[in-house]
């Protein structure tokens, strides 16, 4: 089981990382907005501007934070983050540094 993270909706001043919603519909920070996807597709959820991420790997990066006024779970757009998720931020933009252990192996 996979998250879908949005390397091209996430911008470094965003609080926290995109993730693509159900059925491929939307654009989501919070993880129960989120899509979990048991098969992701080469070429349309591994991609330049997407990928894919173990699901019980982006799970240990959700945190709890108030947002408008109700408590949600969403993974903090922070170096921390940005590291375990294999990322870097260049020229304002998140690219991937591949880590095997965390994006999906085919």
């Known amino acids: 089981m996979y998250y879908i993270i949005s390397l091209k909706h996430t911008r470094k001043t965003d609080e926290f990382i995109t993730l693509w919603g159900r059925d491929n519909k939307g654009y989501f ?3 129960s907005e989120a899509g979990i996807y048991e098969v992701p597709e080469e070429g349309y959820h591994n991609t330049e501007s997407s990928f894919p991420v173990k699901k ?3 799970d240990k ?3 709890e934070v108030p947002y408008c006024g109700k408590n949600i779970l969403a993974i903090p757009n922070n170096n921390e983050s940005v590291k375990k998720l294999g990322l870097k931020w ?3 933009q998140l690219e991937r540094q591949i880590d095997e252990n965390i994006i999906q192996n085919n």
Do not use: N, S, Y
Request: net charge positive; glycine share 8%.
């Open 61 to 63: 990066l959700f945190i």
């Open 29 to 31: 920070w919070v993880k």
């Open 90 to 92: 260049k020229r304002g």
């Open 56 to 58: 019980e790997e982006a």
